[in-house]
């Protein structure tokens, strides 16, 4: 089943990426279109050594136990460039588009905001239960968790 998915989401992808090059000749002209996609690629090029100077930086810091809420914001700030980088590589135009937008620092942060939000990075001491899964006792008015009932 994944391998379908993958396979319909690349050829997804190669059908829009062969539909916006076209369009782009179509406004611009072949000669243009090659060379913005070649100003392209060497414009993520130009930045791929030094972010990975800093992944590399931040691993290390993660490695000697340097870890914070702040060290894996860059991380996620720093890999959010790094695959802005590498979609400037990739030929084509939809993957440019998309690589210019991760190089905007309003929509790396939308976007670390939104995957934080879907990770469910809160508080590690919190644990949410379902209303099933406990229950109050009347002695001390404390919740406890319930025990399994299938043995």
Same mark, same amino acid.
């Given at each position: 089943?994944?391998?379908?998915l993958?396979?319909?989401?690349?050829a997804t992808w190669?059908?829009?990426?062969?539909?916006? =090059? /076209?369009?782009?000749?179509r406004?611009v002209? $072949?000669?243009?279109?090659? %060379?913005?996609a070649?100003? +392209?690629?060497? *414009?993520?090029l130009?930045?791929v050594?030094r972010?990975?100077?800093?992944?590399?930086?931040?691993?290390?810091?993660?490695?000697?136990?340097e870890?914070s809420?702040?060290?894996?914001?860059?991380?996620?700030?720093g890999?959010?460039q790094?695959?802005?980088?590498i979609?400037?590589?990739?030929?084509? =135009? /939809?993957?440019?588009f998309?690589g210019?937008a $991760?190089?905007s620092?309003? %929509?790396?942060?939308?976007? +670390?905001?939104? *995957?934080r939000?879907?990770?469910?990075?809160?508080?590690p001491?919190?644990?949410?239960?379902?209303?099933r899964?406990?229950?109050?006792?009347?002695r001390?008015?404390?919740?406890?968790?319930?025990?399994s009932?299938?043995?």
């Amino acid at each position: 089943m994944k391998s379908k998915l993958i396979g319909a989401v690349l050829a997804t992808w190669i059908v829009l990426e062969i539909l916006c =090059f /076209a369009l782009v000749v179509r406004a611009v002209g $072949l000669l243009a279109a090659i %060379v913005l996609a070649i100003g +392209a690629s060497l *414009l993520g090029l130009s930045d791929v050594r030094r972010l990975l100077d800093f992944l590399r930086a931040g691993l290390a810091a993660r490695a000697k136990g340097e870890s914070s809420a702040m060290a894996d914001g860059a991380m996620l700030d720093g890999g959010m460039q790094a695959l802005a980088s590498i979609l400037l590589i990739l030929p084509g =135009f /939809a993957s440019d588009f998309v690589g210019l937008a $991760l190089k905007s620092p309003s %929509v790396r942060q939308s976007l +670390a905001r939104w *995957l934080r939000a879907r990770a469910g990075s809160g508080d590690p001491r919190v644990i949410d239960l379902d209303p099933r899964e406990w229950r109050r006792e009347a002695r001390s008015g404390r919740a406890r968790p319930r025990r399994s009932e299938a043995k």
